[in-house]
């Protein structure tokens, strides 16, 4: 952990951030995998309380593809929340879209992309979760698909 690559080539592993860190020739470059989560709600409700998946070490969001499926075309509205207790209220990770349309018109297609976030910070041992506020439409070929890119914190 912590040694610095100085020169074009060098590679090093750092242990303390968890990162890959390589020289390519004019600076030092951190490279943080991103992975990411899905599900899929079928048959959505205005009701839905879904476990997305949990946690055991801390991670930042750093995307979210929302893409819907159905004639009407339909409409979806959610939170995604995230908490140590799965019984709590929990932290909004953001509350998407402002308006149903926004995905209604562009989520079927080709999917609906979030980068910006009330509280992207997961902590260690927590769970995350949808919470649906609204649908309309008929729903087709799998409903709603949530896809979560995160990177995992140091």
């Avoid at 951030?17 to 048959?43: C, F, M, W, Y």
């Avoid at 959610?78 to 953001?94: K, M, Q």
Wanted: proline share 5%; charged share 15%.
């Amino acid at each position: 952990g912590g040694t610095t690559v100085a020169a074009a080539g060098e590679v090093c592993v750092d242990t303390t951030s968890r990162t890959l860190n390589l020289h390519d020739g004019t600076a030092e470059v951190v490279i943080q995998p991103i992975e990411s989560k899905s599900v899929t709600i079928e048959s959505p409700t205005t009701s839905d309380d879904v476990t997305a998946f949990y946690t055991d070490f801390a991670i930042t969001i750093v995307k979210m593809v929302i893409t819907i499926v159905g004639t009407g075309p339909p409409s979806w509205t959610c939170d995604l929340r995230h908490h140590t207790s799965r019984n709590n209220v929990g932290n909004a990770v953001i509350t998407v879209p402002t308006a149903s349309t926004e995905v209604a018109n562009t989520a079927e297609s080709t999917g609906h992309v979030i980068t910006s976030f009330n509280d992207a910070t997961v902590p260690a041992d927590s769970w995350l979760w949808v919470e649906t506020d609204a649908q309309s439409g008929t729903w087709t070929n799998g409903g709603v698909h949530l896809t979560v890119f995160y990177r995992q914190d140091p």
